[in-house]
């Protein structure tokens, strides 16, 4: 089983949410985006935000580390790819078997009903501008949102479900570029250590799953992956 989070996308040019100065979360606290309270309060403030992260990642190609772990899926058969992103960039690598489990940033729903809003009301001609998020076509009173896990807001169980089945089936559970604090996505390790999950973190820095970890990658995803994986492919 593979977990990612924002930093294998860093290496794409799409800035994480920790961890370095130039993220996210270092200009805005979450709670002042992330949340259903922040769209309510300020719809055009939140709307406008994830605009500008939709421009960021229609530019972003996948790196290294996504086409890695594409090909790592070829190699192992039984893998399966949870990932924290919202960018799509694991399924624009290759990836079959994923799971995003914070939803996918490139949809948008009715923030009333949750209905999906078809990308032709909210994205004109590609392009994503900012300004009052649209009204939706489900509800007199709906705004489009996007298609995302907010804070305070619940996981799908089914997408939830079957990340929990995978951690607790796993043989080798990577954990790669998160900071691990989110939960319950960070609890999803700690399930696979339980029941016996060689553990292995790739990530510059230290999180609280270091050290839990049996090994540990302190290197780019994007430089360390494509090594493990040309190991895999050709075992010396
Ligand atoms: C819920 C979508 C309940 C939106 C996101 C227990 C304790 C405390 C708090 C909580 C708790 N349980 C729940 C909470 C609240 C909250 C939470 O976890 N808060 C955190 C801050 C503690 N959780 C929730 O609210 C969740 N919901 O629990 O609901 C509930 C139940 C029933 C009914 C109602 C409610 C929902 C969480 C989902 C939030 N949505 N994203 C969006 O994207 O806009 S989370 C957001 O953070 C992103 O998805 C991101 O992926 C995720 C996690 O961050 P990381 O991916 O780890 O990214 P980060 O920047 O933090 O770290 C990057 C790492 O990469 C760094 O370590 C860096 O060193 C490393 N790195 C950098 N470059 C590289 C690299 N690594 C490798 N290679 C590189 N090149």
Redesign the pocket.
């Known amino acids: 089983m593979v977990m ?5 996308s ?2 794409s040019g799409i800035a ?5 100065d130039d ?3 270092s200009r805005f606290s ?1 709670h002042e ?2 949340t259903e309270s922040a769209f309510v309060q300020h719809p055009e403030r939140v709307w406008s935000w ?1 605009q500008w ?1 939709r421009r960021q990642i229609a530019q972003a190609t996948p790196n290294a ?1 996504h086409l890695a772990l594409a090909r790592l899926e070829q190699c192992v058969p039984s893998m399966t790819l949870v990932t ?3 960018d799509g960039l694991h399924q624009a690598a290759g990836t079959q078997n994923l799971i995003e ?3 996918n ?1 490139m949809r948008s729903k009715c923030h009333m009903t949750h209905k999906p809003i078809d990308p032709s009301d909210w994205c004109p001609d590609g392009q994503y501008p900012e300004g009052k998020p649209p009204a939706s076509p489900h509800h007199p009173k709906g705004l489009a949102r ?1 298609d ?8 799908d169980s089914i997408t939830l479900d079957r990340a929990v089945a995978s951690s607790l089936d796993c043989e080798v559970f990577f954990s ?11 609890s999803l390790a700690t399930m696979a250590r339980q029941q016996g999950a060689c553990i292995v973190e ?4 230290h ?1 609280p799953l270091s050290m839990l970890a049996d090994y540990l990658f302190h ?5 360390i992956l494509p090594l493990l994986v040309e190991h895999l492919e050709h075992p010396h």
């Open positions: 990612t989070g924002a930093g294998v860093a290496e994480t949410f920790r961890g370095d993220s996210i979360w979450p985006l992330a994830y992260r580390a924290q992103n919202v489990l914070h939803g940033i996007p995302v896990v907010w804070f305070g807001e619940a996981l790669i570029g998160t900071s691990a604090v989110v939960e319950p996505a960070a790739i990530n510059p820095q999180t290197n780019p995803a994007g430089q």
